[in-house]
């Protein structure tokens, strides 16, 4: 049976409000516009309020919450778990509660089992009602590689995929796996058991439509068009973007035993191309190949069939968890990239060693290599014309940075070029640079060659990991 076949009887397109005084508690799955949703929900914190919805807390989403409250550590990453004194204080709001609804969004709460599902059906005393969103199963894989990638993972979208596939039908997503069923339950099942499947709403969110998700939950919430701000928040890479920085991991990795650290790497880096960097027409969009829309659909019965033996609402059309979106052979990265996509990597790397450093973040960043010694600095003279009109403009962009001090910039530069000059091979080096003329300010280069790119922005993130 296809996955179109499937319509369960409780599959509804017009939400109505839940009763007052209910808790409506999102759970995610990752990568379904949560991230969007919960910065309108925090941005209209005071239009919530005068409707009668509390979204409480001061941060933008649940997260310390929900990992409390889920007995999970304070980050992926980190072992310490998270402090009780994180879920009490909501819990108690939620429980005291005088407006009509409340609202809680953590994705998290979609990674738990069945026994911490348990755990937090204990805790929400108060009338609750679940929904899960979900979104076509290409497109969710597709940005759940991607948001690896972005975190300094860095495998390949194929051999991330055939993990993702290796047990169809049932699906798996590494490093998020919220599909997952070791415990003999299922996403949907082990919260439709918890709550109660008349307490749980299954959203499949229209691939087409980007302002499905604030209409359904201002409907759930009684409030009227608009209440939500609409927003795009977690925005995507291009395919030379991802690809840039998938091999700019892998390379420290095997190139310095250490893994690009989420807090430089992510915060600095990915995120300031992400939000810096205008969008390229002639850069491609990442795409899913072919073979990927054949197992989806596959994973779309099953999941389907979980859907329809939860007995939950659902909102939205199954049939759409199989829609293919973008298809297509993945993109190599070209011999030769824009300059921007490493000058604004390196100055968001700067940025944030800077802000790391005055936090004093704990456990953010590790020293990959021994300080360098100063008297061991590369001359100019040892690169080449291009390398050095390219490094003119890294100066530039780091000194424009804003929150570096002049050694920190001749440090990050330093770093740079140790990289640059150590990668090559004996004798590979042509083109000695020249000087530029007195009085003629530096030119950026449009494009330069990626290996080039990558070497400097490893260099700056070597540099970056000292200044921390």
Same mark, same amino acid.
């Given at each position: 049976?296809?996955? /179109? #076949?499937?319509?369960?009887?409780?599959?509804?397109? +017009?939400?109505?409000?839940?009763?007052?005084?209910?808790?409506?508690?999102?759970?995610?799955?990752?990568?379904?516009?949560?991230?969007?949703?919960?910065?309108?929900?925090?941005?209209?914190? @005071?239009?919530?309020?005068?409707?009668?919805?509390?979204?409480?807390?001061?941060?933008?989403?649940?997260?310390?919450?929900?990992?409390?409250?889920? &007995?999970?550590?304070? =980050?992926?990453?980190?072992?310490?778990? @998270?402090?009780? *004194?994180?879920?009490?204080?909501?819990?108690? %709001?939620?429980?005291?509660? +005088?407006?009509?609804?409340?609202?809680?969004?953590?994705?998290?709460?979609?990674?738990?089992?069945?026994?911490?599902?348990?755990?937090?059906?204990?805790?929400?005393? $108060?009338?609750? *009602?679940?929904?899960?969103?979900?979104?076509?199963?290409?497109? $969710?894989?597709?940005?759940?590689? %991607?948001?690896?990638?972005?975190?300094?993972?860095?495998?390949?979208?194929?051999?991330?995929?055939?993990? #993702?596939?290796?047990?169809?039908?049932?699906?798996? $997503?590494?490093?998020?796996?919220?599909?997952?069923?070791?415990?003999?339950?299922?996403?949907?099942?082990?919260?439709?058991?918890?709550?109660?499947? /008349?307490?749980?709403?299954?959203?499949?969110?229209?691939?087409?439509?980007?302002?499905?998700?604030?209409?359904v939950f201002e409907d759930l919430l009684g409030q009227r068009r608009g209440t939500l701000e609409r927003v795009t928040a977690n925005s995507g890479m291009s395919a030379v973007?991802?690809?840039?920085?998938? %091999?700019?991991? /892998?390379?420290?990795?095997?190139?310095?035993?250490?893994?690009?650290?989420?807090?430089?790497? *992510?915060?600095?880096?990915?995120?300031?191309?992400?939000?810096?960097?205008?969008?390229? @027409?002639? =850069?491609?969009?990442?795409?899913?190949?072919?073979?990927?829309?054949?197992?989806?659909?596959?994973?779309?019965?099953?999941?389907?069939?979980?859907?329809?033996?939860?007995?939950?609402?659902?909102? &939205?059309?199954?049939?759409?968890?199989?829609?293919?979106?973008?298809?297509?052979?993945?993109?190599?990265?070209?011999?030769?990239?824009?300059?921007?996509?490493?000058?604004?990597?390196?100055?968001?790397?700067?940025?944030?060693?800077?802000?790391?450093?005055?936090?004093? #973040?704990?456990?953010?960043?590790?020293?990959?290599?021994?300080?360098?010694? =100063?008297?061991?600095?590369?001359?100019?003279?040892?690169?080449?014309?291009?390398?050095? =009109?390219?490094? @003119?403009?890294?100066?530039?962009?780091?000194?424009? #940075?804003?929150?570096?001090?002049?050694?920190?910039?001749?440090?990050?530069?330093?770093?740079?070029?140790?990289?640059?000059?150590?990668?090559?091979?004996?004798?590979?080096?042509?083109?000695?640079?020249?000087?530029?003329?007195?009085?003629?300010?530096?030119?950026?280069? +449009?494009?330069?060659?990626?290996?080039?790119?990558?070497?400097?922005?490893?260099?700056?993130? /070597?540099?970056?990991?000292?200044?921390?």
């Amino acid at each position: 049976m296809t996955v /179109e #076949a499937r319509k369960p009887e409780g599959t509804v397109n +017009e939400v109505a409000a839940l009763p007052r005084g209910t808790t409506v508690l999102h759970i995610g799955a990752p990568k379904t516009g949560t991230t969007s949703l919960q910065q309108s929900a925090a941005g209209s914190r @005071a239009r919530l309020r005068e409707g009668g919805v509390m979204y409480p807390g001061r941060y933008e989403n649940h997260r310390r919450f929900a990992r409390s409250l889920l &007995g999970y550590a304070k =980050e992926p990453w980190l072992t310490e778990r @998270a402090p009780a *004194h994180w879920s009490t204080g909501i819990l108690a %709001q939620l429980v005291n509660n +005088e407006r009509d609804y409340a609202l809680v969004s953590s994705e998290a709460f979609s990674t738990a089992g069945a026994r911490d599902v348990a755990r937090v059906r204990a805790e929400f005393t $108060m009338p609750t *009602h679940v929904v899960l969103t979900l979104r076509p199963l290409p497109g $969710m894989l597709l940005s759940t590689w %991607q948001q690896c990638v972005k975190n300094g993972e860095s495998e390949t979208f194929d051999t991330w995929l055939n993990a #993702a596939f290796r047990e169809l039908p049932m699906l798996r $997503m590494p490093g998020g796996d919220v599909f997952k069923e070791s415990d003999g339950t299922n996403l949907v099942g082990r919260w439709a058991d918890a709550f109660g499947p /008349e307490n749980m709403t299954v959203v499949v969110l229209d691939p087409t439509d980007r302002d499905h998700i604030f209409r359904v939950f201002e409907d759930l919430l009684g409030q009227r068009r608009g209440t939500l701000e609409r927003v795009t928040a977690n925005s995507g890479m291009s395919a030379v973007e991802t690809e840039f920085f998938r %091999q700019a991991a /892998e390379r420290i990795f095997q190139e310095t035993g250490s893994r690009a650290r989420r807090g430089l790497f *992510h915060g600095g880096a990915v995120n300031a191309v992400i939000a810096g960097r205008p969008r390229r @027409a002639d =850069e491609p969009s990442l795409r899913v190949p072919e073979r990927v829309t054949t197992h989806a659909a596959t994973a779309a019965i099953r999941i389907a069939e979980q859907i329809e033996s939860a007995g939950v609402r659902v909102v &939205g059309d199954l049939s759409d968890l199989a829609a293919a979106g973008r298809v297509g052979d993945e993109a190599p990265l070209p011999d030769q990239v824009p300059s921007d996509l490493a000058l604004i990597a390196a100055g968001g790397l700067a940025r944030r060693a800077v802000q790391l450093r005055g936090a004093g #973040a704990d456990g953010a960043t590790t020293a990959a290599v021994d300080p360098p010694d =100063e008297s061991d600095g590369v001359p100019d003279s040892r690169l080449s014309a291009a390398e050095a =009109e390219f490094l @003119a403009a890294l100066d530039e962009h780091l000194t424009g #940075a804003g929150t570096l001090d002049e050694a920190d910039v001749r440090r990050l530069r330093a770093s740079a070029v140790r990289r640059i000059v150590g990668a090559r091979t004996e004798g590979d080096v042509a083109d000695p640079a020249a000087a530029p003329l007195p009085g003629t300010a530096p030119t950026r280069p +449009e494009r330069i060659p990626s290996e080039l790119a990558l070497q400097a922005v490893i260099g700056v993130y /070597e540099g970056a990991q000292r200044l921390t």
